[in-house]
């Protein structure tokens, strides 16, 4: 079955640096969507990627969706402690169906 | 306000018992989704449903069920429990088949299996 992974699984950061992470899945997807989770709280859509190498920006934020459509990768330029959270990638193969898979997460710390 | 209603917020149960869950989605989203998030983990697919059908399953045993309503809301029914089942089950609701608005979660129930 699919398997999305995401790494690192754990980021500190100082508030004002840049972060990253990153989705990898073991089969090609048909689209990528990513979430955000604050603690305590549940999964908030962020984005979807739907074409294979497409860039999208919110703000501070940049979404990619590699070549192959196996990696995509979320870029948080200048981090505020609002950034706070775990973020997840959930991916949607071609054939299987209308799941989405998620992947492990990445829990970002924004130190003041 | 998440626009999906779960409940019950957190429930008790002892290992044996059954459990059910349920579910309204968004006003205007037909199917539902059912997830399982354990502590420190990404959720986890049970099973969605459309047009009051499962139409898809991760893996997940038998002892895990569902059903869909005529309003599109729905519940989760957990058979024998065990205390491996303790979990977060977070709904999510969508317009049907690709999502393409994403997944609106609800806050979830947390079950705690003793």
């Known amino acids: 079955g699919q398997q999305v992974m995401q790494i690192p699984q754990y980021q500190h950061v100082q508030e004002g640096e840049d972060f990253t992470t990153y989705c990898n899945s073991s089969t090609t997807l048909s689209n990528i969507q990513w979430y955000k989770q604050r603690p305590g709280g549940h999964p908030v859509f962020l984005i979807q990627?739907?074409?294979?190498?497409e860039v999208k920006k919110q703000k501070r934020l940049t979404f990619q969706f590699g070549e192959a459509k196996k990696n995509s990768s979320l870029h948080i330029t200048a981090t505020q402690t609002t950034d706070v959270g775990t973020y997840f990638c959930?991916?949607?193969?071609?054939?299987?169906?209308?799941?989405?898979?998620f992947g492990t997460g990445t829990s970002l710390t924004v130190i003041p | 306000d998440a626009g999906v209603t779960q409940s019950p917020t957190h429930l008790i149960k002892t290992r044996g018992q059954q459990v059910t869950l349920r579910c309204s989605p968004k006003?205007?989203?037909?199917?539902v989704s059912w997830y399982q998030q354990a502590l420190g983990q990404g959720p986890q697919f049970i099973f969605q449903?459309?047009?009051?059908?499962?139409?898809q399953r991760g893996n997940f045993p038998d002892r895990f069920s569902g059903h869909q309503f005529p309003n599109y809301s729905s519940e989760l029914n957990v058979n024998a429990l065990l205390l491996g089942d303790s979990a977060l089950y977070l709904c999510a609701s969508s317009l049907a088949a690709v999502s393409r608005g994403g997944y609106t979660f609800g806050s979830g129930t947390r079950l705690t299996v003793v």
């Open positions: 449903y459309y047009e009051e059908e499962e139409r």
């Open positions: 990627l739907v074409k294979s190498g």
């Open positions: 006003s205007g989203h037909d199917t």
């Open positions: 959930a991916g949607r193969e071609p054939i299987t169906g209308n799941q989405f898979y």
